[in-house]
């Protein structure tokens, strides 16, 4: 090939990179809506809002109609796939069903179609009539995908939405499974968003799109740009990461109900002028003066109430997130953050894990045998860390954790801060300590891994038998903790950040050398054998054919 065609080729790509219009995002802030552009690396231009700009508004329409139904207290049932549609692809597979929840979360359109849940347009207009709503949310005909609507009226609509903690709520499992439940490394918790995409004005043959919905403390926004939602979600979260604001949410999870210094009796919580504080709860600084002798300073806002029944007992009422702070606060650091972030992240799915019931909240000890709770308020730092993970949990796994010592389904902090200073994200810490388990949301902790534990049981009991051949290998190097997992389609393949193998079991021979090939894969993955396909074809066929 001449060389001046090559280089044209080269190029090519790289043209219609820089052709592209930039993406978009606006949100509410207290200088106005804001307008950001940007590209993939960067923001480009920061502005007030246009009065002009327009999105359609794709699959938003269903947002609507769901909180509809929230707060009108609706019980549609759920729909049943029939394998009669095709867009039944957006929502089960034949012989299943979906419910409201995941419908939303998945784009299920066939879900909220109106006459399936017995919604018409004279109760749908007079509804919104009486919350204000913009002249296009009044018609319900007008609810259509190539509906095109001001972003600033579609920002006004979403901060007033009715039952807008309940979406938000819903919502964070689309930025868990956006990208592959990559995109989350960089955006965290921070973002509740209903997905869109539609065709593009200028191009027929392409489309754009976006999401809307809000941050966490219930700030309305809305992005929008070339492409499909997913791959906006996909390509822009880095820069997105970046720019978009951690806010303390405005629903910080249930009340936590934490027996402070539960191992540790007190003999007595004095105000500051030394005099004997009275039960009920506590305002101001205090001392706790323990029976072994020690004393300690606290304070209170009104969280930490004293009971006088018999022997003193301090107990906290706290929100799980200022919860999950304080436990970061006693037990690590704020840095580095990725180290950070993956505590938080742990210390949240052991308090679901592990809490009980107690009436409205739920309870938890405070002590080294549980998890150890800061008895003053949580600093700045940490309560950034906790609201940018808000409603973050492993599922899949039991979790626990300690200072230096890692273990099966034990994280720990010495190594986490180590990865941390290596350039690993806080998702890629959790998968190295917890290979099984899957990042997901507080309420609704379901795994991305299905175990294949028969598969990873022989794998470990092979690879003893091939330990003096592989060890000649340069480059091997034996995994301490994997995990096998269920393939749901395609070709077997390896996730090295969250050193899994997704092959599809082990009932034949094929099965067997395609866990072998997969699992090569992740032990050379510090040597260039480990990228080639002839050399880790050939040492799993010599490893398990002869």
Known sequence: MPRRLAWLLFLLPLWAAAAQP?????????????????????????????????????SLWKLFVFAWLVDTGQREPDYACKGQSREEVYCCTAGQSIGREQALVKSCGLYYQ?????????????????????????????????????????????????????????????????????????????????????LDDHDPLSRRGGFAGWLVDGTPIWAGGPGTSKTLLA???EVLGTVLPTPWPSEPGRCVEVALFSRYPLRDVVDAQKRPAPAGALNGDYRVSFANGNDLDIHSAGELFLQRNGTPQLVARLDREEYVARVLQREASATPIEASRALAVTIRSYLLQNAAQQGECLSIDDSSQRQRVAPRPATTEMRAVAAFTDGLVLAGSPVTYHSELAGPSRLSWQDAQAQAANGLRFDAILARAFPRASLSAWGNPLAACQPLPAAEDWL??????????????????????????????????VDRERQRIYVRGLYSLQDRLDLTHEYLHLAFQAHPSGQDEGFVENLARRLLLE
């Open 114 to 198: 109106p006459a399936r849940i017995g919604l018409d347009a004279a109760s749908w207009r007079q509804y919104w009539l009486a919350r204000q709503a913009p002249e296009w949310l009044l018609d319900l005909g007008k609810l259509q995908p190539q509906t095109e609507v001001p972003v600033h009226e579609l920002l006004d609509a979403l901060a007033h939405l009715p039952a807008q903690a309940e979406a938000r709520r819903v919502l964070l499992d689309v930025v868990v499974g956006a990208d592959e439940g990559r995109a989350v490394a960089s955006l965290g918790g921070r973002l509740r968003v209903k997905t869109w995409s539609w």
């Open 235 to 237: 390509q822009y979260s």
């Open 22 to 58: 930039p993406a978009q995002l606006a949100l509410r802030t207290a200088q106005g809506d804001q307008l950001l552009r940007f590209d993939r690396q960067q923001v480009l231009a920061r502005e007030p809002l246009p009065a002009d700009l327009r999105t359609p508004l794709g």
């Open 460 to 493: 470990r009991k092979q690879r003893r038998e091939w330990r003096p051949q592989l060890e000649t290998e340069p480059g091997y190097e034996e995994l301490q903790r994997f995990a096998v997992c269920q393939l749901s389609s395609g070709r077997p393949y």
